[in-house]
């Protein structure tokens, strides 16, 4: 345990408590053994005082500290005296505990100049300098905005024709979502700000520019165990509910910043949206009876859970969707998925009827098995240590292959079944490219495997019993701004952390951002994935080439970004984590997508992404995916996890505080284009002073460890108050005190007994000075019986004057007016 500097300085005032209060009873207890019961008057009176100013006359119960017979004024001063001094005591100690150092922000933010800083992590050292290269695009012919030149050339009775197409953006169309979303919020990133992490130059025969930049795509490290909000080389990675935001990172420069610094920014960040539900079928299997290293499993099982014999009994509206930019119901996408897929799984096992309007037959009771085959034999291997994800419905069936359609009369209805995802999405590589083809990607997940005999779910024991859950999921792709808190205290990247992400919030409807999503015509989602972003409400002079461009617009607080995600995708975009469209680099319309088929394509025959996402290969990964895909909201979080670590590692931001990258400045010329910036390194920088939060140490106080010092305060008052008072009225004073100081001396009480009897008396005490000199050096015998000078009783020595006598006559039975020491 450590101790604060509150409580180290109530344990010293403890110790010093202790300590006034053992000195002065040690110290009087030593000096007695030096005394004999023999000394001058005015050592008496000193011993006297010092004796009787300690806690021996209390310890002892002396007859100094009797409270019998005596004034009640006595009594109470002499206790009130000594609990006040308790009082005091109490608050000593008690007083520093209630200190403590607070790091407090400021209550007024102040400007300062923000710089680049590099992350550290693998992320940084892999991540290479930003290309200087432009976006650029290539549609089914020419993009919006750009030339086609052909030359045509006459070869004996052919005339052979060759384009060269403009790729780069026009200017006027890229200032359209570059501005917009700069005058929305100078750190929100417009989809040039966006660029592959991974590049490399590639040659492009149908480009005017003969070459453009090419994404690749490494692994630079996996996140999925981790579960915060992490700053990666250009990205603000959110690992707990998945999704990234665009931040090239910069923070003050300043190093007198002792405590650091807090300030808010708007981030641009895409996310996806999942929802899942339970097939109500699992895979039951056993391990192998030996105990060797193959971890497949034998003894393959379909479960019914009550997804056929507790089927809905006639088909849902499973119409092939319209994708707007409505609030998508995913659960019920996903739903529909999971009763056609358990419908045709249904007509697999011949447990029902071709009647999916009125299903009559079912087969099947809650809890009863279907055969299956043996994992080794089929093309969906079923394994120990990894969980799957598939865009094929079906898969765990393999109803494509021709061994599997002779098992059931009703195999040419099983053509069908290809179509669930499609049908659950929506949006086909068909669809016309603009805002209402949003991405909507539907697919099968089977959970990673667990023991139903109570054992260890990280064990593989042989013949033991597992079961693997069985989910359909839907995804939808959005972007949203969120105002993320950082704070920055020390130097580096590491000083640099997440305070929190929330949802940016919206006081008027004219603040909501206003999104814009290119029409393009005559050409579909897959040939010319449309270009989207920011576009207002503070932007200006953008209405022309909004209509120019056909940018439909809609005015929400987030933007379901455009796509497609059915059987035709992984051959038209390729099978690995960045697309493979040539002429193209656009980073913001595709990475998105691409990643999407990353993650639901998660250990599919065939598929060899850069990195293991199914636990195959990580036994703590393998053991996140068993708590998670226990649930239905678990499993969703799988398919948002694994997203953004692929996102993660495939682009990265430009934009920061001073900071962008030049390629977002080159586009085709034009009359509107911006003027260009100073450029080095790849980046364009301009000063800015950022508003930010000084934070600083402030004392401060715990009140209830203050009470004892109130106390203590307010009897001080009420003492110093009454003091005054009695002052003003002359009821004490100095020379009073003085003359009780006299009175109850030893000295001053002995003297008359010692002194002449002629001595003069007076009612004024006898200056110290002359007293010592004439009675105070005279020896004394004092004991607990007698008091003796010069072995004489003083009681016995001299009497004191006798009154002059009374005229009168004295009553009968009265004693004479004689005073003699009551000794």
């Known amino acids: 345990m450590e101790l604060t500097v509150a409580e180290v300085s109530g344990l010293i005032a403890a110790g010093v408590f202790v300590l006034q209060t053992l000195i002065p009873l040690v110290i009087p207890w030593v000096l007695i053994a030096f005394l004999s019961q023999e000394n001058s008057i005015i050592t008496w009176t000193v011993l006297g005082r010092f004796l009787h100013s300690s806690l021996w006359p209390t310890i002892l119960s002396s007859s100094t500290a009797e409270t019998a017979n005596v004034p009640w004024r006595v009594f109470l001063t002499s206790w009130g005296q000594t609990i006040t001094l308790f009082i005091v005591s109490v608050a000593a100690i008690c007083s520093p505990l209630g200190l403590y150092t607070s790091i407090e922000p400021s209550d007024t933010p102040s400007e300062r100049s923000f710089a680049y800083v590099g992350d550290t992590s693998a992320f940084g050292f892999g991540t290479p300098a930003r290309s200087t290269g432009p976006f650029t695009r290539f549609c089914n012919g020419a993009c919006p905005g750009a030339s086609v030149d052909e030359v045509c050339q006459t070869r004996g009775l052919l005339e052979m024709c060759n384009a060269t197409y403009e790729t780069r953006i026009p200017s006027d169309l890229l200032n359209v979502f570059d501005e917009g979303a700069t005058a929305f919020s100078p750190t929100v990133s417009s989809i040039f700000d966006m660029q592959y992490r991974m590049y490399r130059n590639s040659t ?50 300043e190093t007198s910043l002792k405590y650091g610094a807090r300030w808010e920014e708007d981030i641009l960040f895409i996310e996806p949206e999942t929802q899942c539900v339970p097939l109500n079928l699992s895979i039951h299997v056993i391990t192998p009876p030996w105990n060797n290293d193959q971890k497949e499993f034998r003894n393959i099982t379909l479960v019914d859970d009550g997804g056929f014999s507790n089927l809905q009994r006639t088909t849902p509206d499973i119409a092939r969707a319209v994708n707007g930019q409505g609030d998508f119901d995913l659960r019920d996408r996903a739903y529909k998925a999971a009763w056609i897929n358990n419908y045709y799984t249904m007509l697999f096992f011949n447990l029902t009827d071709p009647e999916s309007d009125d299903i009559t037959r079912v087969d099947s009771s809650e809890g009863e098995a279907f055969d299956m085959y043996e994992g080794s034999s089929k093309k969906f291997p ?40 499609t049908t659950c999405g929506g949006t086909t590589s068909a669809s016309p490219a603009n805002i209402n083809s949003s991405l909507i990607a539907c697919g099968l997940v089977m959970g990673a495997a667990t023991r139903t005999d109570g054992g260890n779910n990280l064990i593989l024991d ?28 020390g130097t580096g990247f590491d000083a640099l952390t997440v305070q929190s992400v929330k949802p940016r919030e919206y006081t008027t409807p004219g603040t909501v951002p206003v999104w814009g999503v290119e029409e393009v015509y005559d050409n579909t989602v897959d040939t010319a994935p449309p270009m989207w972003g920011i576009v207002g409400p503070n932007a200006t002079n953008v209405e022309k080439t909004i209509e120019t461009y056909n940018i439909s617009t809609l005015a929400a607080d987030r933007l379901y970004l455009p796509g497609y995600m059915d059987p035709t995708y992984p051959v038209n975009r390729g099978l690995t984590s960045v697309p493979s469209t040539t002429s193209q680099n656009l980073p913001g319309v595709e990475f998105y997508n691409q990643a999407l088929q990353m993650a639901y394509t998660v250990g599919v025959t065939g598929y060899e992404p850069e990195a293991d996402y199914s636990g195959a290969d990580s036994h703590a990964l393998y053991a996140k995916w068993q708590r998670l895909s226990k649930t ?24 920061g505080w001073g900071l962008s990258a030049t390629a977002a400045t080159q586009g085709i010329p034009s009359s509107s284009a911006r003027e260009k910036r100073a450029v080095e390194g790849g980046s364009v920088s301009s000063d800015a002073n950022v508003p930010i939060t000084v934070y600083g140490s402030h004392i401060r106080y ?24 009695l002052l003003i009225m002359r009821r004490t004073g100095l020379t009073r005190m003085r003359s009780f100081l006299e009175s109850t001396s030893v000295g001053r009480i002995l003297s008359p007994f010692i002194q002449p009897a002629d001595a003069t008396r007076g009612a004024e005490p006898e200056p110290d000075e002359k007293w010592i ?23 016995h020595k001299r009497l004191l004057p006798e009154p002059e ?9 009265t004693q004479p007016d004689v005073y003699v020491n009551s000794l």
Not at 392 to 397: N, P, S
Request: aromatic residues 8%.
């Open 204 to 253: 492009d025969p149908k480009s005017v520019l003969t070459w453009y930049t090419k994404p690749d795509y490494r692994t630079m490290s996996l996140l999925l165990l981790e579960d915060s909000v992490k700053l990666v080389e250009g990205l603000i990675t959110d690992l707990k509910d998945g999704g990234i935001g665009f931040r090239n990172h910069t923070a003050p420069t």
């Open 382 to 421: 079923i394994g120990f240590s990894s969980i799957q994800t598939n865009v094929d419905y079906g898969a765990y069936l393999d109803l494509n292959t021709t061994s599997a359609r002779n098992r059931t009369p009703f195999h040419a209805l099983l053509n069908h079944s290809n179509g669930t995802a």
């Open 702 to 725: 715990r009140i209830p460890f203050a009470v004892p010092a109130f106390v203590t305060l307010g009897i001080t008052t009420l003492l110093l108050g009454l003091l005054i008072v």
């Open 805 to 813: 006598p009374v005229p009168e006559e004295k009553p009968k039975g």
């Open 462 to 489: 042989p013949q033991t019993p597992w079961r693997l859950p069985l989910y359909s999921c839907a995804t939808a792709m959005k972007a949203v701004v969120k105002t993320v808190s950082l704070r920055y205290n």
């Open 632 to 655: 239905a909201e678990g499993t969703a979080s799988i398919i948002n996890l694994i997203w953004t670590d692929v996102a993660t590692n495939a682009v990265v931001g430009t934009k």
């Open 773 to 795: 000199k004439r009675v105070g050096t005279q020896k004394v015998l004092i004991t607990s019986d007698t008091i003796k000078m010069d072995s004489e009783v003083l009681e």
